[in-house]
C-alpha cells in the first residue's frame, strides 16, 4: 500500500456554531473563542445526521472559505438563525461562487439573530412570511407540526447550493 502526497490547498475545516449572539470554535478541553463574525466565500450546504444520546439529530452546515481557511457552520436543521441567513442570502440575484458572504451574529432580547451581507450590501429575507406550521393532534394532544415550512426552507437552500455550483440538495 502506498500513501499519497496531500494536496497543499486541502486544509482541515474548522468548525463553528452560532449562539448568544456570537460566532463560536469549540476547542479541545471545552474551551471556546468567540468571534464577532465570519466572513468569505460560499463553498456549500449541507445536511447531515449527528447523534447526541442515542438519537440522531440532522444538522445544516454551511462551507465558508476565506483565503486558504474553511469554516463550517453547524446550525440545528429547524434553526431559526439557519432560515435566516439562507433566507437572505437567497435574496442576493448576483450571488455566485465568487460572492463575499459576511454573517454576523447578536443577540437581542435572549435571541440570536443575525445580520447577512453579500458584497458588502445588507440582505433582507427573500420572503416575508414563511408556511404556517401546521397543528396535529396526537394521542389527543396537539403539537405543531413544521413540516410544510421546512421542506419549504428546504428548497430555499437548494435554489442557493445550485446558485454557488453545488447541485441541489
Do not use: C
Not at 448568544?20 to 474551551?31: F, I
Not at 443577540?107 to 433582507?124: P, Q, S
Request: hydrophobic share 35%; no cysteine.
Amino acid at each position: 500500500m502506498a500513501l499519497g502526497t496531500i494536496d497543499q490547498d486541502t486544509k482541515r475545516k474548522i468548525f463553528l456554531s452560532i449562539a448568544h449572539g456570537k460566532v463560536v470554535h469549540y476547542l479541545s478541553g471545552g474551551s471556546y473563542e468567540d468571534f464577532k463574525n465570519v466572513e468569505g466565500k460560499l463553498q456549500d450546504i449541507t445536511i447531515k445526521e449527528r447523534t447526541f444520546n442515542g438519537k440522531k439529530t440532522p444538522f445544516w452546515y454551511l462551507d465558508i472559505k476565506d483565503g486558504g481557511e474553511i469554516y463550517s457552520i453547524s446550525l440545528p436543521y429547524i434553526s431559526g438563525t439557519f432560515k435566516s441567513i439562507i433566507l437572505s442570502l437567497a435574496s442576493y440575484q448576483s450571488l455566485n461562487k465568487e460572492t463575499t458572504i459576511l454573517i454576523e451574529p447578536y443577540e437581542r432580547n435572549n435571541y440570536t439573530k443575525v445580520a447577512v451581507y453579500a458584497d458588502g450590501t445588507k440582505l433582507d429575507w427573500i420572503v416575508k412570511e414563511l408556511p404556517p406550521l401546521q397543528e396535529v393532534v396526537i394521542g389527543g394532544k396537539s403539537y405543531s407540526d413544521d413540516t410544510e415550512r421546512m421542506n419549504f426552507i428546504r428548497g430555499i437552500a437548494s435554489q442557493v447550493k445550485e446558485r454557488i455550483g453545488k447541485g441541489r440538495l
